[in-house]
């Protein structure tokens, strides 16, 4: 069998963060072609809750950037990777020592996902607090009540480039981290990172799946560097228009926009769907 992998936003989203209606008329046309799909996204299941309601996606699914992998059959994570304490620690304070506050991402009872922070420091930590929670459906809460049994699945933070920048040259140097960092939408004046667990990849967690599911062969679709490991796994690998430079130097091929329907209007030709 073929297993399809969509990355979502910048790739099967469109700009409102949603499906539209012909990407989700083409992926049930690939079900009932019997072609299998699934999803490695870097957000939280329950943030996609409505996002893939009602547009069968039965098959395991790769959250936070493969630290997770849920099973809908079963509704739990078949594999997690979580960052340790010791790695913990080390980002957590090399954020406050360059005086950004960070975001610590849990997996709790129940399959639960919650933010804790320190004291938020800026304005603009202040927004992204509230961008958790209106947005993304998640509590945020103050460091001082995160639970002792709570699996950390990422540190995020936001502000100074400057102050990112020795971050990732922190988490750079450290066995067993990963980081993803870039500008941020609030403004060019910002930069974004977000720290993982090396394990914790795309790639390792389609890995995972092709095995688990007995794909053949894999296409995988993304448009940003947290893609990058699974298009190095995947047989086909395709990024829309509006990818990064490095994801469509290393893709198979460059296809339409995500706001065009880019990613359905391929998948339409490649495997001969017709409604």
Request: hydrophobic residues 45%.
């Amino acid at each position: 069998m073929d297993l399809i992998v969509f990355d979502l936003d910048g790739t099967l989203l469109n700009k409102a963060s949603t499906l539209s209606s012909f990407t989700r008329e083409t992926l049930s046309l690939l079900a009932e072609q019997g072609i299998g799909y699934t999803i490695a996204t870097g957000r939280t299941l329950n943030d996609c809750h409505d996002i893939l309601d009602q547009s069968r996606f039965f098959l395991p699914q790769a959250y936070k950037n493969g630290v997770v992998i849920w099973n809908p059959d079963h509704e739990h994570y078949s594999h997690t990777t979580f960052l340790t304490l010791g790695e913990i620690q080390a980002v957590v304070e090399a954020a406050m020592s360059h005086d950004l506050s960070p975001f610590l991402f849990t997996v709790e009872a129940v399959h639960s996902h919650r933010v804790y922070h320190p004291p938020l420091t800026s304005a603009i930590e202040l927004q992204l607090a509230d961008l958790f929670r209106s947005r993304r459906g998640l509590e945020v809460r103050p460091v001082s009540e995160l639970p002792a049994d709570a699996e950390i699945s990422n540190i995020s933070a936001l502000g100074d480039p400057h102050a990112v920048e020795a971050i990732e040259a922190l988490v750079s140097a450290s066995p067993g981290l990963v980081a993803y960092a870039g500008v941020a939408l609030e403004g060019q004046h910002l930069k974004w990172i977000d720290v993982h667990h090396e394990d914790a990849s795309k790639g390792n967690a389609v890995t995972l799946l092709r095995h688990e599911l007995g794909a053949e062969r894999v296409l995988c679709f993304g448009d940003s560097d947290n893609d990058l490991s699974m298009f190095q796994i995947a047989d086909e690998a395709y990024a829309p228009s509006n990818a990064k430079a490095e994801l469509k130097a290393a893709a198979t091929a460059v296809i339409g926009d995500h706001d065009a329907d880019g990613v359905a209007r391929f998948l339409r030709e490649r495997f001969n769907l017709s409604s």
